[in-house]
């Protein structure tokens, strides 16, 4: 029974983690060239690319749009 439950207590952490968020390096682009990066962390890449842009328009500074890897 405990073999059971340490099983089963294993495969809930291992699906906790495949399902967390991660860390995106974004990219601010300005007239077609990169400026600078920020560290978003994000389920998604489509996700990261939204909280980066609105972050970065919210610090006041010039983008025209934003990549994440």
Same mark, same amino acid.
């Given at each position: 029974m405990k073999k059971f439950i340490s099983v089963i207590l294993g495969?809930?952490?291992?699906?906790? =983690?495949?399902?967390?968020?991660?860390?995106? #390096?974004?990219?601010?682009?300005?007239?077609?060239?990169? =400026?600078?990066? =920020?560290?978003? #962390?994000?389920?998604?890449? #489509?996700e990261a690319e939204t909280k980066a842009y609105a972050r970065l328009k919210e610090s006041g500074s010039q983008i025209d749009y934003c990549k994440c890897k």
């Open positions: 495969l809930l952490v291992f699906t906790a =983690i495949a399902y967390a968020a991660m860390s995106y #390096e974004c990219w601010r682009y300005v007239n077609g060239k990169p =400026i600078g990066f =920020i560290n978003v #962390e994000a389920d998604s890449k #489509e």
